[in-house]
């Protein structure tokens, strides 16, 4: 633990360290602020609760809009999320979110490679001020970030008014980010000058104008950690299916023993998947990511498993934050962290022939899916960066169990003749895997056959004759407008009878 | 019009011409063809009909691949479709449409973009012939291709036999194109050094391996034309509207007189608003589009109205063509004929700031969008480049009438409470136009405020009520499964019969 003098070597800046209690008095009624933090990664810890007790204290409504990278710690944002009136352009808050389904905060649901130039060409109007969590401000008042990147340099480019709250309590990241700012008009844009997944081109650090710091503040609080399950053998089996699609693209497609960079999402499947890799041929990994998380760690130790890696974050369990502490050496010299914007650029995901996988909400027989929202009208969290990987990549993969049990006993299917809400379409999904296996969308072939395969490789064996009997009345059936239909009561009367009756 | 031995300067090729019929003996049953052509311009209009008769007399099943860049001519592609067994990445052939809808022939829908790298890659498979129309054939058999360029020189690469329609009533198009193949593995991908819509970074002609051509052909038919209807006043209504949304944002976004590089859909309403462009206070501006079309020459007479101009095709309608053969000099020096991987490619699309503007069939009051299918099973086309432009774009706009009349009488609404296919999410549309006005979707705003906007600002007044209704019932109502319904009888049902009764 080192102390502020340590991590300030700016002496103008030195000059405005406050407690944080006064800091937060620099936010005005109506103001946007854009913060720090992605996945829980590197938010601005005491800043946000500081404010929302003052805001509390002062009976204050909500007026403020809160732009991050991507979700927070509920730690951080539930206390502040009755005031505000704007979120974006991610979140994956209960209290938010409750507030959002009450229609007192406005949700925008953006893909995150977008957001950032959006932000910076003035999409969303100005910045007021930007609280932004740092390891270390340098002699000439830049700043070195934490364990997140996201919008943090955009941000601190635009607002009026800049906060800096200086994590003395967790490492210095110095030598682990590689920062640039996209080009917006008036200035042209340019190619990005990254050919691999550990190339650098940008700073260390974030130059900025020290006229506009207002405050600077002091956190000793470490990152929240993510919370991990067990691997279920469901889960041990959806990884196996997608080893086993990756072995088969190595053969046909002849990568050899090295694949492609990988991206993976958040979440219990994803690492099971990444564990599984682990266990396969495959050889030198290189990981082409938004978020580096548990699963990545164990790669760290071994070099003939492992090259490097890129992320916008690193989002750890506790045991995953203590083995970052062990090889943290060896994680700065393997890890580029990038602006969201270069993390989940399509021109990159493109240029690199990443393989993205994703794990959906529900998809539908015809290879669509629903990564947002439950029953098409309440939102769970967000789209985050699986739209920016699953359209770009050279092979794109939804992973998920066929089926999942809900808190009201039913047992649904997450294979269904039609998702709810479409966040990714059948353009844009190369292949879906579940425990049972999984089908291919790489060949010429109409939505119909698709569709049998889908069924007959990825759906649980209880709801396949219901959705056979789906698609032979779709290939068949007059339009939807006549209203008739085999189905006693409508397919979905009979489908949630069935989703009650499952046995187990 | 010139003769074979003024176009084919190559001894060595000029000694492989023959008839066509005896041509078309290279094709094999279950053949994979790759052939020339986009949007009707520069597809081999000898070599498919003549190929047609050949398998008619043979009397063959339907065992062929076809793949082209994008549409072919109805005078091309309807013989052949009877022989085909698959076919893609986009057709807009009634004769093969049918065949899809009977299931005698597959047909995948997918991204421009991304459909000449995964060819090159191998995710269809090999490719046997490559027919390709060209303007001449260089000394060493390299070859100039005519006025489209498509996936051709994909087609050249992978092929294992080379069939040239060399085109005398052509003009001589040397120097219209760009040549560039996409880098696929085992070589690393590389940043396009292409940073303005005008840049040359390839080669205006394509090197072959002359050992692969198995026939030389002659073919003195021109382009069939595109045809279009006179403007309506509607049509003109909704272009009024789209310059207003421009103008606001050059307001707004502070882009002076000069607007960012433009893509225009193909079709009456995309004319419409070229024309509108035209009489707009902007100045010099730039295309960056799959198709130039008939209004796009009107700007090549105009140095003070035009700069420069990129695409994948020039499709014309006959006046069209005779303006093209007065202004041919003007045009080869600002138009620049790309593959169809880079004219929709998501790296240039972003770098340059592209403005995007398409027709949808219909849209929904979320602000998704289906592009491809009627009553969500029957395919009209396919998505083409609409995806590559609407995702990565500056601002995406969707232009359409509000309502539609269809032959059996009913006046349809374009605005719709979900759409009957998802082409593109709520997350790639920034701006909905229709005559009635426009809602932007480019502020932090929850969806059902979005709703609101458009209902308000796009949708017929007629079918308002109907859609508010809607929305207030979607807002509160149960999830979809219990069947409950404000709508007596279900709102299609409501919906239809407010179609029929449409006044007018």
Redesign the interface.
């Known amino acids: 633990m080192s102390s502020l003098a340590d991590r300030v070597e700016c002496p103008e800046l030195f000059a405005k360290a406050m407690p944080v209690e006064e800091a937060v008095r620099f936010v005005e009624p109506g103001n946007t602020l854009v913060i720090s933090g992605f996945t829980k990664a590197g938010e601005p810890k005491r800043f946000l609760p500081a404010l929302a007790a003052r805001l509390a204290a002062e009976g204050r409504g909500a007026d403020l ?1 809160l ?1 991050s990278g991507a979700s927070l710690s509920e730690e951080v944002e539930a206390p502040l999320a009755p005031f505000l009136r ?3 352009p991610y979140m994956s808050s209960r209290a938010s979110r409750k507030l ?1 389904h009450e ?1 007192k ?7 995150l490679s977008q957001f950032a130039r ?1 932000l910076m ?4 109007g100005g910045v007021d001020v930007a609280v932004v969590e740092v390891s270390r401000i340098r002699p000439d008042g830049s700043v070195v970030l934490t364990s997140s990147v996201g919008v943090s340099a955009e941000g601190l480019a635009k607002a009026q008014r800049i906060v800096l709250e200086v994590n003395t309590s967790a490492p210095d990241y110095t030598g682990f980010h590689d920062i640039v700012l996209p ?1 917006v ?1 008036p200035h ?9 997944v550990g190339d650098r081109v940008g700073t260390p650090y974030i130059p900025i104008d020290r006229s506009k710091v207002v405050a600077v503040v002091e956190s000793n609080v470490p990152d929240y950690p993510v919370d991990f399950k067990e691997t279920s053998e469901a889960e041990r089996q959806i990884a196996r299916h997608v080893v086993a699609y990756l072995a088969r693209c190595r053969e ?4 050899g023993k090295r694949i ?1 960079p990988l991206q993976s999402g958040v979440g219990n499947i994803a690492n099971a998947v990444i564990g599984e890799l682990y266990d396969s041929p495959f050889e030198r990994l290189r990981f082409f990511t938004e978020v580096f998380q548990d699963g990545m760690m164990r790669f760290m130790e071994d070099d003939a498993k492992f090259e490097c890696a890129s992320s916008t974050a690193i989002s750890l369990s506790t045991a995953g934050q203590k083995d970052l502490a062990r090889l943290f050496q060896r994680t700065r010299e393997r890890l580029v962290l990038r602006p969201m914007w270069l993390s989940n ?3 990159l995901i ?4 990443v393989i993205a996988m994703n794990t959906p909400i529900e998809v539908d027989i015809y290879g ?1 899916a629903n990564s947002t929202h439950l ?3 309440r939102v769970v969290n967000g ?1 985050g960066g699986s ?1 920016d990987f699953l ?2 990549a ?1 092979l794109s993969l939804l992973h998920t169990p066929s089926v999942r049990k809900l808190r009201d006993g039913r047992t649904v299917s997450t294979i269904l003749p039609m998702v ?1 809400h ?7 999904i190369k292949c879906i895997v579940t425990e049972q296996g999984y089908a291919r969308n ?5 939505p ?2 698709r569709a049998e395969d889908i069924i007959e490789s990825c759906a649980h064996p209880y709801f396949r004759p219901l959705l056979r009997d789906y698609l032979r009345y ?2 068949d059936a007059p ?3 006549t ?1 008739a239909q085999p189905f006693r ?2 397919f ?2 009979e ?2 009878a069935a989703c009650r009756a499952f046995p187990g």
């Open positions: 809009s732009l704007k979120r974006g959002i229609r905060m406005d949700y925008a649901d953006i893909h959006n060409v003035g999409l969303y080009p008009p042209v844009g340019w190619p990005v000058p990254i050919t691999n046909e497609l002849g990568w492609p650029s399509a021109e493109t240029r690199l022939f669509h029953d098409g009208g789209l739209g359209r770009n050279y709810r479409v966040d990714h379409t059948e353009h844009d790489t060949e010429i072939r109409s119909y056959r779709a290939g339009p939807p407008e209203g009561g409508g979905w009367a489908y949630d």
